[in-house]
């Protein structure tokens, strides 16, 4: 919602200025709405296959996170998607925090290990 009046209110401002804006591809100076119309023609097939791409890549990473060791799978779950810091993991996890940032440190290695090892760059 906030996002979609920031975009409006953008829009608005950017109509009413009429600013100038130099294509970088061909160098010539177009109206901010050829652009943007340009952009909404090719946006929505790029939104929708950006959605899928980043759809597959969280299944492939959901599923390596669910390989990895136990206490490594907490720490990175905890982290990453729960998104706590050191010191409340710390809490959780009964570790130091200089241990914990270790493990946490390790567990994204192996997950990147087992990711090349598993899956072509390019799918990723």
């Excluded at 952009?39 to 939104?47: C, W």
């Excluded at 799978?73 to 050191?86: A, D, G, M, N, R």
Aim: hydrophobic share 35%; net charge neutral.
């Amino acid at each position: 919602m906030i996002g979609a009046i920031t975009y409006n209110t953008c829009i608005n401002h950017l109509k009413k200025k009429r600013i100038p804006i130099l294509d970088i591809e061909t160098g010539d100076e177009k109206d901010i709405w050829e652009i943007i119309s340009m952009d909404n023609l090719n946006s929505e097939s790029n939104l929708t296959e950006g959605y899928v791409l980043n759809k597959e890549r969280s299944q492939i990473l959901k599923l390596e996170v669910e390989k990895l060791p136990p206490l490594y799978k907490t720490i990175v779950t905890l982290f990453h998607v729960e998104e706590l810091s050191y010191k409340e993991i710390s809490k959780i996890t009964n570790l130091p925090e200089g241990t914990l940032k270790n493990y946490l440190f390790r567990a994204r290695k192996k997950l990147r290990d087992n990711l090349l090892l598993n899956y072509k760059k390019d799918d990723l």
